[in-house]
């Protein structure tokens, strides 16, 4: 008897403890019932718009720890859930975000020089002809990836940039920002898969600083994803 009431107790206990570790989570089937809805780049309405869906629109979107907003199973980004109709409901279980990386690389002066073909963690500038086409000096860079408990296979990774845009040789009101990376994944059947990244934000010319997300999604593939590698990544000004 006290055998029992110890094992229930222990129990009781460890359910306890995973409860704060775990994420509890669903993954939706939804249809806009809104005229449009803007598509976010992060989970607030002042998020810079990265795509519109329209009403009638179907999709999968799995909830997040802000019960007002989903993020769409395809990568483009977030949508608020007040203005969708919820078709069908499956529970997932998402493990606690898990950081692999943050790195914050030495300031440096911008130097008017050809940018190297290979990756820098310090870019340097480029002014061809009073146009911009300059990489960017990445301030700090993160990346966060999570796992589904019940398949143990990863679910989604997100690279995120601050970048500066001081001292920049460019004179027009707007300046057109582009991220991009690449994602080499390695699922069950040790098969291999190479993801291209990429994101573009149009900032004002007077900003100093942003941020630039980069975000990975699976394919629709059986295999689950159990390794993913990430690389540095680069910024630059478009023309």
Same mark, same amino acid.
């Given at each position: 008897?006290?055998?029992?009431? %110890?094992?229930?107790?222990?129990?009781?206990?460890?359910?306890?403890?995973?409860?704060?570790?775990?994420?509890?989570?669903?993954?939706?089937?939804?249809?806009?019932?809104? +005229?449009?809805?803007?598509?976010?780049?992060?989970?607030?309405?002042?998020?810079?718009?990265?795509?519109?869906?329209?009403?009638?629109?179907? &999709?999968?979107?799995?909830? +997040?720890?802000?019960?007002?907003?989903?993020?769409?199973?395809?990568?483009?980004?977030?949508?608020?859930?007040?203005?969708?109709?919820? &078709?069908?409901?499956?529970?997932?279980?998402?493990?606690?975000?898990?950081?692999?990386?943050?790195?914050?690389?030495?300031? +440096?002066?911008?130097?008017?020089?050809?940018?190297?073909? %290979?990756?820098?963690?310090?870019?340097?500038?480029?002014?061809?002809?009073?146009?911009?086409? %300059?990489? &960017?000096?990445?301030?700090? %860079?993160?990346? +966060?990836?999570?796992?589904? !408990?019940?398949?143990?296979?990863?679910?989604?990774?997100?690279? !995120?940039?601050?970048?500066?845009?001081?001292?920049?040789?460019?004179?027009?009101?707007?300046?057109?920002?582009?991220?991009?990376?690449?994602?080499?994944?390695?699922?069950?059947?040790?098969?291999?898969?190479?993801?291209?990244?990429?994101?573009?934000?149009?900032?004002?010319?007077?900003?100093?600083?942003?941020?630039?997300?980069?975000?990975?999604?699976?394919?629709?593939?059986?295999?689950?994803?159990?390794?993913?590698? &990430?690389?540095?990544?680069?910024?630059?000004?478009?023309?």
């Amino acid at each position: 008897m006290i055998i029992a009431r %110890s094992f229930i107790i222990f129990m009781l206990l460890l359910i306890s403890t995973l409860s704060y570790q775990l994420l509890a989570a669903e993954r939706l089937e939804v249809e806009i019932r809104s +005229t449009i809805l803007n598509i976010r780049e992060t989970r607030s309405t002042i998020s810079p718009v990265v795509g519109v869906l329209n009403q009638g629109d179907r &999709l999968t979107a799995t909830t +997040t720890d802000m019960r007002d907003w989903l993020n769409l199973d395809d990568g483009r980004g977030f949508i608020s859930i007040n203005y969708v109709y919820v &078709l069908s409901e499956t529970p997932v279980l998402l493990a606690p975000p898990e950081e692999i990386e943050s790195q914050t690389p030495p300031p +440096t002066e911008a130097n008017n020089t050809r940018v190297p073909e %290979s990756l820098t963690k310090n870019a340097q500038q480029v002014c061809i002809q009073n146009k911009v086409n %300059s990489q &960017l000096p990445i301030d700090s %860079s993160s990346k +966060t990836c999570r796992k589904n !408990l019940n398949t143990l296979g990863y679910e989604s990774c997100q690279l !995120l940039f601050k970048l500066s845009l001081t001292n920049r040789c460019n004179d027009s009101e707007q300046l057109r920002v582009v991220c991009s990376a690449t994602a080499l994944t390695t699922n069950s059947q040790k098969n291999q898969a190479l993801y291209e990244l990429t994101n573009t934000r149009i900032v004002s010319s007077s900003v100093t600083e942003t941020t630039i997300i980069l975000e990975w999604f699976p394919a629709a593939e059986s295999a689950t994803i159990q390794k993913i590698e &990430l690389s540095k990544g680069q910024c630059e000004i478009a023309l």
